[in-house]
């Protein structure tokens, strides 16, 4: 009997844990991937002043997120993600458009990598 | 920085002493391979996360916290089903049988012929003709028994009648009364206050060692 209680309890615990962590990070993925995009269409269109402040956006919520997803994701990625948007800042102010679009690809890139990484897939299994 | 990894540290040996104690007395002891692995593949997890800052906790509390979980599978299937013990702990070996060496089975468990005499040696048998069987135990060790002319008297083989051995119980260590022996030997505190005041002891605070054999002899030790 007491075995058994550990056996539920357990997966109860292991299937609560992969439901709030998967749900916590796919949220934030998604909203900081939509406000990547829409920064990148304003650099595309060079609307620089709607680009900071699609900027100054992402990096509120991110520094919300980041204190969940240091508990949960490996802090290399957390300090990834760290580096592009300072790198964006500088490619912001100076206004080097083909510099800004590459890293704001490549901060896309980290968050959906992180995204991908959170799934239960196969290849992530094996 | 130092602090964190003080703080990491401190959690994951908690953990890990908690897993170890939930995992059963056996795991401190004799080894059955399953728990072997086990065992050493927690200790590496939790020193991953205790140096790494840069790996969460959770990376290594999760997979310690799994092997508990299958080690409590496989202990309680192995306690249920023969089939699940002989697959995770595989079974004994018979080495010696009827006092000869079954070169078969020393090839089959891959121990060689001077591993099998240091083990016997280590037993206490120096010779091979004083042993009837040898067993390999699954946990590695060795159980022997000699031939009847060669192993040790006792009573028994004499015809001497003996009484019955219970074991010394410790009433007070180190100036605290134990009160679960107490009530184990019938003892009240007065009893024991009595005895240790003929011994020229007055406070229980006194006392380094105070325990009673099942004959009700006492032995008390006065503290320094």
């Known amino acids: ?126 | 920085m130092v602090i964190t990894i003080f703080i990491r540290t401190l959690i994951l040996y908690v953990l890990v002493v908690l897993v170890m104690r939930l995992m059963g007395k056996r795991q401190m002891g004799e080894l059955q391979p399953f728990e072997l692995v086990i065992t050493i593949m927690i200790s590496e997890l939790a020193a991953v996360p205790m140096q790494n800052t840069g790996v969460p906790l959770i990376n290594g509390i999760i997979p310690i916290l799994t092997l508990l979980f299958l080690q409590t599978l496989i202990t309680f299937g192995s306690l249920k089903s023969d089939f699940i013990k002989r697959l995770v702990c595989g079974s004994p070996t018979i080495l010696i049988a009827k006092g000869k060496i079954l070169e078969d089975a020393l090839r089959k468990t891959q121990y060689s012929l001077n591993d099998l005499m240091e083990q016997l040696r280590i037993k206490g048998f120096f010779n091979i003709h004083d042993i009837e069987y040898a067993i390999l135990e699954t946990d590695g060790d060795i159980s022997v028994i000699p031939k009847s002319q060669k192993r040790y008297v006792t009573p028994a083989d004499l015809g001497i009648p003996t009484k019955y051995e219970g074991i010394p119980v410790s009433v007070i260590v180190d100036g605290k009364v134990k009160e679960e022996s107490l009530k184990y030997v019938n003892l009240t505190l007065e009893q024991v206050l009595t005895e240790i005041r003929k011994r020229g002891i007055d406070n229980i605070q006194d006392v380094f060692l105070a325990c009673i054999d099942p004959e009700g002899n006492w032995f008390v030790q006065k503290r320094r």
Do not use: P
Not at chain 1, 51 to 64: F, G, P, Q
Not at chain 1, 69 to 76: K, N, R, V
């Open chain 1, 1 to 126: 009997m007491k075995v058994w209680v550990t056996v539920v309890c357990f997966v109860i615990l292991i299937v609560m844990f992969t439901l709030i962590s998967t749900l916590l990070i796919l949220g934030a993925t998604n909203k900081i991937e939509n406000d990547l995009s829409g920064l990148y269409e304003n650099v595309v269109k060079n609307n620089y002043n709607l680009a900071r402040s699609n900027y100054l956006d992402i990096v509120k919520k991110w520094n919300e997120y980041k204190k969940s997803w240091a508990m949960l994701i490996e802090h290399q990625e957390i300090d990834k993600i760290d580096e592009e948007l300072t790198k964006i800042k500088e490619y912001l102010f100076e206004q080097d458009k083909t510099l800004l679009l590459s890293e704001i690809s490549l901060l896309k890139f980290y968050v959906s990598h992180v995204r991908e990484m959170i799934l239960l897939k196969i290849e992530n299994i094996f």
